[in-house]
């Protein structure tokens, strides 16, 4: 499998504590990608990390990256309720036949309690 | 500026029938491809569209089949409906690759099959 997988499956926190999910893949990347889902619709861009980057900010998000283990990892601080939601990490493959396809794994179920 | 678009929102179908489901891309962007999320999953891919041709596909069965129009919109097409194809159909779009050094690709809010 090329999945990106994702650790832990599901996560239920208070909210202002932080959150952390884990993403592992298989393959060589361009970069990797992290997605917001709410309730089965559609996927929100969080951050993007490429493949010669080791940590990333935006807001209240810091990815990390680690190519030599093939992980990465999310860190949202002071979770809201409204963080409630779905997070897949996409490693991005280029393929040989010159396009680029993202591979998501089961994502974490994030649930921030009021 | 409008992101990804899709129509319609949802559907429904019974097995056999075929069905056709519609995309366009982000202003400025060209290269459009496809997912399956079935409820529970991650989505999986299925193919993309970048020039009005086909450059790569997944594991997906030539019951799935796309075209990509002048103006970069796309649509997927699936014959011969299982019950196993009812899933979130999603549509992502991205910049030309000469322009983006990051490659993101940008989500519509998906297509809701369900077959019977």
């Known amino acids: 499998s090329q999945q990106g997988e994702e650790d832990p499956q599901a996560l239920s926190i208070q909210e202002g504590e932080n959150a952390t999910m884990n993403c592992s893949y298989k393959?060589?990347?361009?970069?990797l990608q992290w997605y917001r889902q709410n309730s089965g619709r559609g996927l929100v861009h969080l951050i993007l990390?490429?493949?010669?980057?080791r940590e990333k900010h935006s807001g209240r998000l810091r990815v990390t990256l680690d190519t030599s283990k093939k992980s990465s990892s999310l860190l949202i601080t002071a979770s809201r309720a409204a963080d409630t939601a779905s997070y897949f990490c996409a490693p991005l493959m280029l393929t040989q036949g010159g396009s680029e396809k993202l591979v998501f794994g089961k994502g974490t179920k994030l649930t921030v309690n009021p | 500026d409008a992101g990804v678009t899709q129509s319609p929102t949802h559907l429904i179908k019974t097995r056999g029938q075929q069905v056709t489901l519609r995309c366009s891309p982000k202003s400025g962007h060209d290269t459009v491809s496809w997912y399956q999320q079935a409820l529970g999953q991650g989505p999986q891919f299925i193919f993309q569209y970048y020039e009005e041709e086909e450059r790569q596909r997944g594991n997906f069965p030539d019951r799935f089949s796309g075209h990509q129009f002048p103006n970069y919109s796309s649509e997927l097409n699936v014959n011969a409906l299982l019950l196993g194809d009812s899933a979130l159909y999603l549509c992502?779009?991205?910049?030309?690759?000469?322009?983006?050094?990051?490659?993101?690709?940008?989500f519509g809010p998906g297509t809701r099959l369900t077959v019977l």
């Open positions: 990390i490429r493949s010669n980057e």
């Open positions: 992502a779009s991205s910049r030309p690759r000469v322009f983006a050094q990051s490659l993101t690709q940008y």
């Open positions: 393959t060589s990347i361009n970069n």
